[in-house]
């Protein structure tokens, strides 16, 4: 095996320039104070970002510098030193804005969560490269999932769900390494349930998840009236038991059922208990949700679910950010008011105008045009990613670059759902463009991993 050293990805490196010069000019305006009108003036934001842009076009070329196998050699190490760095964190991190996320280091704060990303993918690769995995096999499932799955429970212990969330996305890497498509099913089922259980009650939820899996035992096995019947007996006892029965009680008794239904499911493997089994799981996942909502989750998440979902409605209370945004976005027009120009900003009606809600400013300032050509240049960032990853010679590299697509994806989707009401607003960066040390460095050491992983595509010779 050798290496053949090629140019670093020229067009890559030029969308990543055109990116952070955007969230240079959007952080600008959103932070412009006419007594602080330098560039670099560290009294501001956009001075601040000014300083970190530098460091990270340092630290792009020091990656460079280094060999390839440093990353295969020490992707565990980088893993444990960031996991280690979270835990050091729950203890001597600061608070701020409710998150315990933040190590003061005199001059700046480090958010130890934001390295966690990179040094995950790093992790993952290593895990998944290795020849001797099998996502088809039970215990590495169980591995893979606690290499995603450690990071995201810390990253929650420090109160930052919105980062922790992030980590999802890495079941896109695994689907992509050979992971059945019935977990994917499994988490749009999951997804399609726990909207629903917001929006209506548990027996009407069962009601039609109960019809929809008669009208699939009818498809699968005729109309039997004995398969029917043994189905629907036990649908009726759940939607009878959600109402008159305590919600603790309750829990107690499908938990009992499911389990024995799994048993007999195993033993006798039918259709129909299989099915069954599948609904009392369902029904455990709702009820279970609906607890956590009311009795786990903040108020403040709770309020900004609602005012998503629809279920409330106040645009001077909980749903005053997401408002704001709205109409800073709007104001915009297809042109935008123009550079330094927006009111909306200016007038600091948009909250974190700088960090989560950044994309505001584009809107406002440049308008519909403007926000097209930074989406446009999000989509061929990540599009090239997925072609760089899809043209290595090695899995490592492969794998690593499918968890930069994953991450930028998820951080793309969640920020611009935020500002335009697709989502709730639940505190991700926008990559490149928010505000923030930390995010740009670790989102930069992520795609320039990749970018000197490429550069050194592993060929092997005859």
């Not at 679910?305 to 409330?312: A, D, E, R, W």
């Not at 120009?341 to 308008?367: A, H, L, R, W, Y």
């Not at 499918?402 to 611009?416: K, L, P």
Request: proline share 2%; net charge positive; aromatic share 14%.
């Amino acid at each position: 095996m050798s290496t053949k050293k090629v140019d670093p990805d020229w067009l890559t490196i030029f969308i990543y320039l055109m990116l952070v010069a955007i969230g240079y000019l959007a952080i600008y305006a959103a932070d412009y104070n006419e007594l602080y009108p330098k560039a670099w003036d560290v009294a501001r934001n956009y001075g601040k970002q000014f300083v970190w842009i530098g460091i990270c076009m340092l630290v792009a070329l020091i990656i460079q510098v280094f060999d390839t196998r440093f990353f295969t050699a020490f992707s565990y190490v980088i893993y444990g030193a960031v996991l280690l760095l979270l835990v050091a964190t729950l203890f001597f991190g600061a608070e701020i804005a409710g998150s315990k996320s933040w190590i003061r280091l005199g001059f700046f704060n480090l958010q130890s969560s934001e390295f966690a990303k990179f040094s995950t993918c790093l992790a993952l690769a290593s895990f998944l490269s290795n020849k001797k995995t099998d996502l088809d096999n039970f215990k590495h499932q169980l591995i893979a999932a606690a290499l995603i799955l450690l990071p995201t429970l810390l990253i929650l212990r420090q109160g930052d769900a919105g980062s922790a969330i992030v980590f999802v996305s890495l079941v896109l890497v695994l689907y992509r390494e050979g992971l059945s498509g019935g977990f994917l099913l499994v988490g749009i089922l999951a997804i399609v349930l726990f909207i629903s259980s917001l929006l209506f009650e548990f027996p009407y939820i069962i009601g039609l998840l109960g019809f929809i899996l008669l009208m699939t035992l009818v498809l699968r096995q005729g109309f039997q009236l004995r398969n029917m019947l043994f189905f629907l007996l036990p649908v009726v006892g759940i939607f009878v038991g959600s109402i008159y029965l305590e919600p603790l009680t309750f829990l107690i008794a499908l938990g009992v059922a499911a389990i024995l239904f799994l048993f007999i499911t195993i033993v006798s493997k039918r259709y129909t208990v299989g099915l069954l089994t599948l609904t009392l799981f369902c029904s455990i996942y709702v009820k279970g949700v609906d607890y956590i909502f009311n009795n786990v989750l903040k108020e403040h998440h709770r309020n900004r679910i609602g005012v998503v979902l629809g279920t409330i409605e106040d645009k001077k209370g909980v749903g005053y950010n997401l408002n704001q945004s709205k109409i800073a976005i709007g104001s915009g027009g297809v042109w935008g008011k123009g550079f330094l120009q927006g009111t909306q900003n200016k007038g600091d009606f948009v909250p974190e105008q700088s960090t989560d809600f950044i994309f505001c400013t584009v809107g406002e300032e440049f308008g519909f045009v403007g926000s097209c050509i930074l989406m446009g240049l999000f989509i061929i960032l990540m599009l090239r990613i997925i072609a760089l990853a899809e043209r290595q010679k090695s899995d490592f590299s492969r794998i690593y670059g499918y968890g930069v697509a994953s991450i930028i994806f998820f951080h793309f989707f969640i920020n611009m759902g935020m500002t335009i009401g697709l989502v709730p607003v639940i505190g991700i960066p926008l990559p490149f463009i928010s505000y923030g040390g930390s995010s740009l460095l670790a989102f930069t050491i992520l795609l320039f991993i990749l970018i000197k992983l490429d550069s050194e595509r592993l060929l092997y010779l005859r």
